[in-house]
């Protein structure tokens, strides 16, 4: 049977964005949650056999993932809070697009602050 | 094809066939036939009001509002009917009050009312608030809860069917025993015919603003109904009375209602006077639209137009208070900004009369009940709404009266027709009633491919009844419209449609509603040719005083039977009908 | 669906809506509100935990056995991260739910998804459960250079 | 295919002298008949200062094929027949104004998204009206009837003034992300007309609307994207609405 599929994306705005960024990032952070819970399974197993996996952490592939990882959870976790208040507070609605750029804004500053002193810790002494 | 039985048969679903389907489907077997989803109807543009002598705000009282109805008509309305509908009035607008309507309230918590034109206290002494609204989306408040209504009832509705042809057991114009027996319906989706048979149908379909070409009406009111009863032999009745209104976005036509006079709204000319002191006096801005519109019409032609082309007046809200406006007029205060990008709150609206009601239709009494000539009815037979010619609008009808017009006589055409089926048989179909829809298909489909296009007639009907036949008319002009149409019919004869499908064929349906406009349009040019005076919304300039000597009465159309001669080489008979008067002898119109 | 009204009597309308079947709570709105009280709580947690182990001291650089063990001997902080856990795993599960019942059309693959999904956090929830409350900070027989200082009291 | 049509001037407008352009409209065509998904078309059409969408899609379908299909009726915005995907977002082309859209590129027109498409724009409704239906949109007062109007304050009568201004144009459903993966959700417009009985002072079913939101496909699954409040064309605050409703649920269950 012919379909009528074909078409554009939906060009939504700020709500549709940072939902579906939402989306991702929440999903990104719960299968990270779920090997991060086995590799810190591991200190039941022994010293060695964490140490061994953690220091993966340590190298720089693993320490760009976490900027990723880092910067999902934030933005995941001030989008979060912007629902909430979009929900639970009566001009919530209204200010929605506000509070949107407030998280951009917010995360800048947070990713900014933590950005630096990761890279010193990953690649200082 | 398929075939459906019912005890009612509605046609249309706007506020008229709604409230008609509330009544008779409590009482029978009902079926709504529209073309449009019921919530498209065009009883949802309306934005100002709905009138009744409900004395909510201040005194008031069914005979004035009476009164002001068979004035504001110019003495054509048939007072019985007006005298019902006044009185009526009060439980039709408290009936959607409990319905669910949300008014706008007085502090008491009331129904609040305002100021519309022509309604007035101590006939014609002042301006009285009778209007009830619900901020300038009253039609569309009315729409929604008829509809509403209709859900919670659960009345059978076939939506995007159109009705192409009305069934009858015989002639109305030779039979005596003649009676309704169904319609011919087309579905939309598929292309496919359903036949309804019927004990009683109802026409709702609303008017027939297209044959303008700056109308207020909406794409979908192409006068379906009036022409296929014409076509059958069921009369038309004062088709030669439509009413401009003044207030239409300059160019677009779109509908500024009323309300923003009623709120304080004033008409300026380019000098910036406020002509309509000149024109009537004690009403001013609030005059009935039929002397309005020929006001601003009036200071065009003579000059005193603004803008570039110095063809539009200016509608002036200056003055008010921007969170008034909010308040009471939101909606049309963004039809400015949006489509002529003017800011009501600083700037004077462009604007100029725009084609809006049909007065005239199918003559009906006030039962509803259709009548096939001055007296008699057809069986079976209802109409109600813009459709339907009572007469409670006479020559010229009052803001707010048509969407309780609707509310009035669309439940009373409702119960009589369900009362009527609940005492006769169901009519006999013979085989075949469909052939003459079928074949008036068939006939736009199979034509060879033409260089004329359905659109092209269409916009020249439009354009000559907008040069011609508009608020002023002359015998010259009506004669020009007349010649024009013909040759219209001839292309008409011609035009092929391009799509040949089945599916949502809206190009073959734009096709059939054309041969319905063109009709009409001939109908409403031989009116305004015939009737030599001017009353109402019909403006004669080589007779420009109102003759109740020679035409104080109701025109009616007539088909020609096989072999008889029309009027002006049409295949229309012109005949009259009596206006009836109880208690308000005609006299002079002043405001 | 007229054979069935009588023309002339109209049935209460408020009778024929029993879609829900559904009086009082109801599952989506608990979840709706867990989610979002849970998501409170996670941003505590979630920022007190990255703010410990990779702000503090020397980041991602100094996370090794000993630290976690370290950090494992105060109860405190058995609680913080077995709260994180538990509602980490509840939220994002649940959250991986709503997004299956959104792109999952047909019902087959639905279940096993979801059936995947349930599985996949029991079992790390047990697991998880099990480490913080088992673990040993000093495992016999292991290298001491390893352990966290509380190992040579 | 590309055709081009000479327009005879449109109705002259307020301003001066209008200026007249060209625009292309690509268009989603899609007949079901032919077996052939949908696809791609051009029209150029000349078009004048005040003209919308839908008068270039009139020029296209008088002029030029016959065959496009579309609904309309009011022209102005008032009765919700024209709601369609426009350069990618939802308007009802009877609004939307040419000359605010970018014309130096093809304007973008699709039917509306997550109901079936019947042929070219237009789109099968009945899903829609379904869940309409269903929240039970009608006023259902218990208690003798009075003999006037029921009594309701102006404050009372603005609580739910936002939502009547429906014109069910399905502009919102069709928007909703939810919606166009789960059509079983109710989706923003029937929510938007149960918060208009909800929240009137005279209405006593308003609890049952709440049972009803309050299940799997109700006011729960909206994620509050947004996407219906941008879309709406009476500018009604949609997710504001769904909010509301969601706090009744709560208040009234715990
Ligand atoms: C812009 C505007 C503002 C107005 N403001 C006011 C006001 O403030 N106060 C007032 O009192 N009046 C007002 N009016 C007038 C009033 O709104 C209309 O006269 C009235 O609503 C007509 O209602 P109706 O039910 O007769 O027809 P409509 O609402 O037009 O309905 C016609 C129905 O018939 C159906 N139909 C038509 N042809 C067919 C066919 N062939 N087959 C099947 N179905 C068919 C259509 O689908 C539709 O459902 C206004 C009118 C306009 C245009
Ligand atoms: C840091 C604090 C967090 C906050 C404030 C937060 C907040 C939220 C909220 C409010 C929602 C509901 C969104 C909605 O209903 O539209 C949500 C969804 C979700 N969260 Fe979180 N969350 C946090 C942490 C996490 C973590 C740690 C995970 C992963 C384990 C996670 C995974 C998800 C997922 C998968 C969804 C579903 C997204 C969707 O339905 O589109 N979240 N979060
Ligand atoms: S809420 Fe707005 S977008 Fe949705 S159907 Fe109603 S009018 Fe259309
Ligand atoms: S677009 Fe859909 S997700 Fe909610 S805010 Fe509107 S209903
Ligand atoms: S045509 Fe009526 S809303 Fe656009």
Sequence with gaps: MASAQSGTLYRGREGMWSWVAHRISGMLIFLFLLVHVLDTALVRVSPEAYNEVIGHYKTVVFGLGEIGLVGAVVFHALNGLRIILVDFWSKGTKHQRGLFWGVVVLWVVLMAGFLPRHLMHMFGA | ???????????????????????????????????????????????????????????????????????????????????????????????????????????????????????????????????????????????????????????????????????????????????????????????????????????????????????????????????????????????????????????????????????????????????????????????????????????????????????????????????????????????????????????????????????????????????????????????????????????????????????????????????????????????????????????????????????????????????????????????KALADIEALKKRYETVAVQDKGLRYNLDLLEAVELGFLLDLAETVALGALYRKESRGGHFREDFDKRDDVNFLHHTMYYRTLEGEEGAEGTSIRLGTKPVVITRYEPKERTF | MSAQTSPTRIPDPTTRYRRTGQRGVNTEMLSWMFMRASGALLVILIFGHLFVNLWLGLGVKGIDFAFVAGKWANPFWQVWDLLMLWLGLIHGGNGVRTIINDYARSSTPRLVLKGLLLVAVVVTIVLGTLVIFTFNPCPAGAEPSLLPAVCQG | MTAVAEKTPAPEASAAEIPSFEVTLRINRFDPDSGKDSSWEDFTVTMHGTDRVLDALHEIKWHLDGSLSFRRSCAHGVCGSDAMRINGRNRLACKTLLKDLDISKPILVEPIKGLPVEKDLIVDMDPFFESYREIMPFLVAKGQEPSRERLQSAEERERFDDTTKCILCAACTSSCPVFWTDGQYFGPAAIVNAHRFIFDSRDDAGEQRLEILNSKEGVWRCRTTFNCSEACPRGIQVTKAIAEVKQAVIRGRI
């Excluded at chain 2, 519309?116 to 009285?128: L, S």
């Excluded at chain 2, 032609?301 to 008034?324: F, I, Q, S």
């Design chain 2, 1 to 479: 094809m398929q075939t459906h039985d019912y005890d009612v048969v509605i046609v249309g679903a706007g506020g008229a066939g709604m409230r008609a389907a509330l009544e008779a489907s409590k009482r029978a077997r009902t079926a709504v036939v529209t073309k449009l989803y019921p919530t498209r109807s065009h009883t949802g543009a309306a934005q100002g009001g709905m009138c009744a002598a409900l004395a909510n705000v201040e005194e008031d009282n069914w005979e004035w509002h009476t009164y002001d109805t068979v004035k504001g008509g110019d003495y054509l309305v048939d007072q019985d009917a007006a005298e019902v509908m006044a009185k009526e009035a009060i439980d039709a607008v408290l009936d959607l009050e409990k319905m669910g309507l949300p008014f706008n309230r007085t502090p008491e918590g009331k129904i609040d009312q305002r100021r519309f034109g022509g309604h007035t206290r101590e006939h014609g002494e002042a301006p009285v608030r009778r209007a009830c609204y619900a901020a300038d989306r009253t039609g569309h408040m009315i729409l929604q809860t008829l509809y509403q209504n209709c859900v919670k009832q659960q009345v059978e509705f076939f939506n995007e069917y159109y009705v192409l042809d009305v069934l009858m057991t015989g002639d109305p114009r030779t039979d005596e025993g003649v009676r309704a027996s169904g319609v011919v319906t087309y579905e939309l989706a598929t292309g496919e015919i359903h036949v309804f048979r019927a004990k009683s149908v109802v026409f709702a379909s609303g008017g027939f603003g297209k044959v303008f070409k700056t109308t207020s009406n909406a794409h979908t009111l192409t006068g379906d109904g009036p022409a296929m009863v014409l076509r059958r032999g069921i009369p038309l009745e004062d088709m030669e009375f439509f009413q401009f209104h003044p207030t239409g976005l300059a160019g677009l036509g779109i509908l500024l209602s009323e309300a923003a006079r009623g709120e304080g709204a004033i008409l300026r000319n380019s000098n910036m006077e406020r002509f309509m002191e000149r024109y009537a006096p004690t009403l001013k801005d609030l005059a009935p639209r039929d002397v309005v519109a020929r006001a601003m019409a009036n200071e065009v032609r003579e000059g005193r137009g603004c803008g570039p082309n110095k063809d539009y007046v200016l509608l002036d809200l200056t003055h008010l208070e921007p969170a008034h406006i909010d308040a009471k007029l939101p909606d049309i205060t963004e039809f400015a900004r949006t489509y002529l990008g003017v800011e009501p709150y600083t700037e004077p609206v462009p604007v100029f009369p725009t084609a809006h009601y049909a007065m005239g239709g199918i003559p009906t009494n006030i039962r509803g009940e259709v009548l096939r000539n001055a007296e008699d009815v057809i069986p079976g037979m209802y109409a109600a709404g813009e459709v339907a010619c009572v007469s409670v609008h006479g020559g010229n009808r009052l803001g707010t009266n048509s969407l309780l017009d609707i509310n009035v006589f669309g439940r009373r055409a409702g119960i009589a027709a369900a009362e009527h089926a609940a005492t006769v048989e169901s009519p006999e179909l013979p085989e075949g009633v469909e052939i003459p829809t079928v074949e008036l298909l068939q006939r736009l489909r199979d034509r060879p491919a033409t260089e004329d296009r359905v659109a092209d007639i269409r916009r020249d009907l439009q354009e000559t009844m907008d040069a011609n036949v508009q608020v002023f008319r002359t015998e010259e002009t009506c004669r």
